[in-house]
């Protein structure tokens, strides 16, 4: 009777001890199951983050060089100055336009359809500028580039943001230097108005490579902050001052093309920085003063090369400063479109008096850091 009690107790404990096993051997499975999903997961996060950045990147690249191309070939125009001027500034007022309009067409359209749109426009209407040399035609045309420029920078900052990636944030800001950079290297590649302009059909084939479709229909339209507005303003500041560099650099008898090319490509690890940037606020702005001062108003040409890094570097942090006052992925590209008047309205009136402009560096980047100082003893709140 014993021998059968002890076989049915090591029979139980056999049977036991096999589900305990069977069942860690599941739990094991279950748990390497679950790290594989999870790395699955991270590497679509991961991939899908990839996509963004160079998406968003594009879409403020490349606007950015189709708006910029007249910059480098004003006198070409033959044209008064202040007309050839106002059609290279001229797009900085459409910017508003599209940046206004860009959120109706997310909710209608999404963002896919919108940046092809948006691509294949910028791309014609750039081809044919370098066909008619209409003052008047040129005029409407840059307006209209205006337009969609603030359509697909107002969606890529939109996505930019959306990520919650400062580095992503930054690289897409970057696109502006980038897209300056290309105008400068189509300027030394073509040098004639009618090919640099022709040279804007290069959006046409990146139309295709925009994949994100990003859909605002049950969201209100939102309308920044003032203080967003103004704290593009005043960081963008320098970037609109940049746009009669050239002009500068010509009156000078120095080349052009060297020295855009030098200071666009300093200003890229500048851009890269982003976040870490705001540590040095303080520094930075001195920096921009100081050789925003040397080169417009004493004319030492290797000035340009420290205040273009450092005026286009401020870019990568105006996002992250806009959002402390408000500015969020939706209307962010508002405020950065409304701000861009600056662009419209500085190289008109320091066209005839350029040296003054370093006082309006001067000015802006003193009160941007009294904004932020200001936010920081809690006197400015939202």
């Known amino acids: ?11 139980i404990i056999n049977i036991v001890w096999k589900f305990k096993f069977s069942l860690y051997t599941s739990y094991t499975y279950v748990k390497m199951l679950k790290l594989k999903l999870e790395d699955i997961n991270m590497t679509t996060k991961m991939m899908e983050q990839k996509s963004n950045a160079i998406e968003s990147f594009l879409a403020y ?37 599209g940046a206004l309009i860009y959120q109706y067409l997310l909710k209608i359209l999404g ?5 092809y749109l948006s691509f294949s426009s910028l791309g014609i209407l750039s081809a044919t500028d370098g066909i008619f ?3 008047i035609y040129l005029l409407i ?5 205006g337009v969609f420029f603030g359509i697909s920078t107002s969606i890529a900052i939109n996505e930019a943001l959306l990520t919650r990636s400062k580095f992503i ?6 696109g502006w230097a980038v897209g300056w950079m290309g105008g400068s290297i189509a300027y030394a590649l073509l040098h004639y108005w009618e090919l640099i302009a022709i040279s804007g059909l290069i959006t046409l084939p990146f139309t295709l490579t925009y994949k994100s479709n990003i859909k605002t229909s049950n969201v209100r339209y939102q309308f ?19 746009t009669l560099a050239p002009y500068v650099l010509e009156k000078l008898g120095d080349d052009v093309l060297v020295y855009m090319i030098i200071s666009y490509s300093l200003s890229i690890p500048i851009y890269l920085l982003g976040a870490k940037l705001e540590r040095f606020l303080s520094m930075l702005l001195v920096g921009i003063i100081v050789s925003g001062i040397l080169f417009f108003y004493f004319n030492i040409s290797e000035a ?27 209307n962010a590209g508002i405020a950065l479109n409304i701000a861009a008047i600056g662009g419209t309205i500085i190289p008109i009136v320091f066209s005839n008096s350029i040296k003054s402009i370093s006082i309006l560096t001067l000015i802006t980047m003193i009160i941007l850091l009294f904004l932020e100082r200001a936010r920081k003893e809690e006197k400015i709140t939202i």
Request: cysteine-free; hydrophobic content about 55%; overall charge positive.
């Open 1 to 11: 009777m014993f021998n059968y009690a002890s076989e049915f107790i090591i029979i």
């Open 61 to 97: 690249t490349l606007p950015t060089y189709i708006l910029v191309l007249p910059t480098f070939v004003i006198n070409q125009l033959n044209l008064p100055t202040w007309i050839a001027f106002t059609i290279a500034s001229i797009p900085f007022s459409g910017r508003i336009a």
């Open 111 to 115: 963002s896919r359809i919108v940046i």
């Open 133 to 135: 040399h209409n003052a």
């Open 141 to 145: 045309s840059r307006f209209l580039i």
């Open 169 to 174: 944030t930054s690289l897409t800001m970057s």
């Open 224 to 242: 920044p902050p003032l203080l967003a507005i103004l704290t593009y303003f005043l960081a963008f500041e320098p970037a609109f001052a940049l």
């Open 304 to 330: 340009l090369f420290i205040f273009t890094a450092l005026g286009l570097g401020i870019n990568a942090i105006a996002p992250t400063i806009a959002q402390r006052y408000g500015a969020n992925p939706l």
